[in-house]
């Protein structure tokens, strides 16, 4: 998938509710339980290098996901992505919510955002994770794309 561009989502599971400083956004809380954060990569690189920066450990702090992948409490569960030559965050994003009625973090992750989401990192507290897995290569199937999962 190297230099291929496109949207990608990163389902994680937060362990134990925590609280946590998200840069611009503050204190925030999170419950345990599943979160997928969706986001897009057009630039230099493109998915295979944006997924590879946020999951290492040593980087500077730049976007909001940033300040929840590497805490101890997160366990970073499957990796999804899928080519576009347009960004289509939203469009998953918001496909993910009807599929799993998930809860949008407010604020998270939807600086850029096209179309009002409210937020792209989506919270789902008591579904399991075949389900989390089902509802997001759904909502990618939904908007067009052809899905590649990895799980972690």
Known sequence: ???????????????????????????????????????????????????????????????????????????????????SKRKLECNVNKSIVSNLDASIVSGFGSSDCLTACGGHLLFMRDIGSQVCLRGIGEAYSTSGLDPVSTLV
Do not use: C
Not at 6 to 33: A, C, H, R
């Open 1 to 83: 998938m190297t230099n291929v561009i496109g949207v990608y989502s990163i389902l994680l599971q937060i362990l134990k509710d925590l609280t946590l400083e998200v840069g611009s956004l503050g204190s925030m809380s999170f419950l345990g339980g599943f979160y997928v954060y969706t986001g897009s990569a057009m630039g230099p690189g493109g998915i295979s290098a944006r997924i590879s920066r946020h999951l290492r450990s040593e980087k500077k702090v730049f976007w909001h996901i940033d300040y929840l992948i590497g805490n101890q409490s997160i366990k970073v569960f499957a990796l999804f992505s899928a080519e």
